[in-house]
């Protein structure tokens, strides 16, 4: 399945994401639980040398060089270098008749980590990570003793000094999982697979497939899909296949395809939402006529005998979905809208009094706000056809300037107040969008963005 709504993160998006990551992985391993370490050990001319460490406590631990890259077909790879850490604690020795206590510090240096992350999503469509492997090498460690026995300890500090990499290399992968687990795994859960817009209609932004990764990026395929939230159905077309252009300026680009827009049209007309009804009192007070059959009757004489000076209501629907077109000169779309004219009588019910079909030149312009989508929409003149009448047959093209007046005036107003509000991205918590740009291309929209993430 093509995807509607691509979502690409290059290599300078990641590099931005992977800062943020470090930094909560140096404190996540500065926090590292070590256990307490005890044994024996034979110093020559001295004999069985019984020594405990306790209280082991992780002062510092500094990851100064590290990069992420993305690997086709495989995901991302975190390699960090000449990474360093001190720890100090308590120890205890025994020794023939001998007791003594102290203190010590450790220094761990040229620390390598190399770190493979898997990304997959889960049931419901949200992206998925996990550590698919994980390797830590620590060059050099060097403890000091303090005490009176302390010259003691240094006697044998490279069995305790091998106890030590040994353990901390284990526990260092330990942490990574569980960083990437707690931290990186539940701040994916936060991106929205759903979003839902108003009382007709949400937005589908689950994953068609899992993330995939190139030499230069990793991305996204959402389905990108308006459904209407009282009756879900079969989009009756199919999403085009996007070329991405290889553009690597901006941290995240978003692809966004026609069918995301023509499933917006589909689900509202769907769900009832695309019908308009005009009346007297929505007549802007500058506009120098009123909604009745005595100004119609202008254009449609026989009009003031069937039903005299009583006011009137225009209702506008769509007979099908409004269906647009991307190209790279931009957005453009022609919805048929169908006009039913009423008489408005003395009971309040309605009497019909012709149909009109009207077709217009519609134009898009679209933006980015504050990571939403918004939009206005201009129009052409409008084209008119009677296609029935109750007050015999007239000109309709008499009625195309108060035709064009009710569309500019009334109609437009309201959906571009709409589309102002516009419609959310599929952006996790806490990230803001800048220096956005817009460009068309055949078929699909293409937004590129910077990237501000806001800690908590």
Known sequence: TNPG??????????????????????????????????????????????????????????????????VPNVGLQVSISNAFAELDGDWRVKVLFMRDHG????????????VSLRLG????????????DCSTRISKVRVHFSGRLGWLYNLFHNAIESRFKKMLETKVCDSVAKSVHNDLQRYLQTLPVTARIDARAGIDYSLVAPPSATAQSLDAALKGEFYSLAHRSTVPF?????????????????GIS??????????????????????????????DFHLNTTTFSAFIPQLEHMYPDMPMKLKLSTPSAPFLNIGPEGISLRPVVDVQAYAILPNSSLAPLFLLSLVRNVSAVIDVRSGHIVGSLDVGRIRLSLKDSVVGTFPVRLLQSIMNIFASEILLPRLNARLETGFPLPLPDRIQLSNTLVRFHQN????GADVHFQPQ
Do not use: C
């Not at 203190?103 to 190399?114: P, Q, R, W």
């Not at 999503?121 to 698919?132: E, I, L, N, Q």
């Not at 699909?444 to 937004?447: A, G, N, P, Q």
């Open 238 to 254: 199919s999403p085009l296949p996007l070329s991405f252009p290889s553009d690597h300026d901006h941290m995240v680009y978003f």
């Open 444 to 447: 699909f929209l293409l937004l």
């Open 103 to 114: 203190s010590f510090n450790l220094k761990v240096e040229n620390v390598y980590i190399k």
């Open 121 to 132: 999503s889960d049931a419901s469509g949200k992206p998925t990570v996990s550590t698919s």
């Open 5 to 70: 709504f691509v979502v690409r993160i290059t290599q300078a998006g990641l590099d931005y994401a992977h800062q943020h990551g470090i930094t909560i992985l140096e404190k996540e391993l500065a926090q590292l639980k070590l256990p307490d370490i005890s044994g024996d050990s034979r110093v020559l001319r001295v004999g069985k040398v019984r020594y405990q460490l306790s209280r082991l406590h992780l002062s510092s631990f500094h990851l100064p060089y590290s990069r992420i890259s993305p």
């Open 258 to 287: 026609s069918y995301f827009f023509n499933t917006a049209g589909f689900a509202y007309h769907t769900a009832g939402a695309l019908v308009f009804e005009i009346t007297d009192a929505m007549i802007p007070k500058d506009v």
